[in-house]
């Protein structure tokens, strides 16, 4: 998986490796070594290594501004609220000057 930070890294130059390993089930079989059994011969760990009947794929998306402001309330909303606060701020700066005048 490769993750990539956009909100830190302006430049996009650094990139993540991440690796998961799952393990979807184990089984835990006990037997006994005699002792007469030769020293040569003797097993003290078995490894049985099989493909799993389950695929699992992770996905990671880029998430930006825009995407962010479209969940949140829209970009329209977004917009609407930056232009009303820049056009309030210069009409009551308009407003003061003609009352002053």
Known sequence: MRLRDKSWDIFELTEYMLNF???SSTQLLSSFMLPETPIASREYVKVY???DTKKRIYKREDY???????????????????GWFISTHFVSRLLYASLIK
Do not use: C, N, P, S
């Open 21 to 23: 390993f799952e393990k």
């Open 64 to 82: 930006d501004l825009v995407t962010y402001l479209g969940d949140i309330g829209g970009l329209m909303d977004f917009v609407m609220l930056f």
């Open 49 to 51: 290594l099989r493909a």
